[in-house]
């Protein structure tokens, strides 16, 4: 079942801020395989004029992707998760994430397609920190597979 285009354009509150912890930064990013010395070490950091470790790219998922539930939960859309797979991921920076940062993520549905039964969802996540600066834009795109046969619908 397509669903509802009016949502496209709908925007969900402010998630609670998130506390970026250098830990959480370091086991992300020995969990990507990513040694660069910024995300660990606060010294290589700082030589990289950067005040505290930062997190690799990618770390920003954790939280949009926290905040997109809210989107992906929402009765009134509709969307079925059991059947979303992740489609994309894409990051545009204003600066790096940074321990300590406390960030908070709005979310907004950017388009809504049916594309050969699947339902595709993008979603923008804006996230800023806590003096209201913005850090990072993300978009996911969630695909909800269309059932493929009897025993599926």
């Known amino acids: 079942m397509a669903?509802?285009?009016?949502?496209?354009?709908?925007?969900?509150?402010p998630t609670p801020p998130y506390e970026v912890g250098r830990e959480k930064i370091?086991?992300?990013a020995e969990a990507v395989g990513d040694a660069n010395p910024a995300y660990t070490d606060?010294?290589?950091?700082k030589a990289l004029g950067h005040a505290d470790v930062i997190a690799p790219p990618t770390f920003a998922f954790v939280i949009t992707f926290k905040a997109a539930r809210e989107v992906i939960q929402d009765p009134l859309l509709g969307l079925d998760y059991d059947r979303v797979v992740h489609?994309?991921?894409?990051?545009?920076y204003t600066r790096p994430v940074?321990?300590?940062d406390r960030l908070s993520v709005s979310s907004t549905i950017e388009t809504i397609k049916s594309l050969a039964g699947n339902d595709v969802v993008d979603?923008?996540?804006?996230?800023?920190d806590q003096d209201g600066e913005h850090v990072v834009?993300?978009?996911?795109?969630?695909?909800?597979r269309a059932p493929q046969g009897p025993e599926e619908a």
């Open 3 to 13: 669903l509802d285009q009016s949502f496209v354009g709908r925007t969900y509150p």
């Open 26 to 28: 370091r086991e992300f």
């Open 42 to 45: 606060q010294e290589a950091a």
């Open 87 to 92: 489609g994309d991921q894409k990051f545009a």
């Open 98 to 100: 940074r321990a300590g």
């Open 123 to 128: 979603v923008r996540g804006e996230v800023y």
């Open 137 to 144: 834009t993300a978009w996911t795109k969630l695909v909800s």
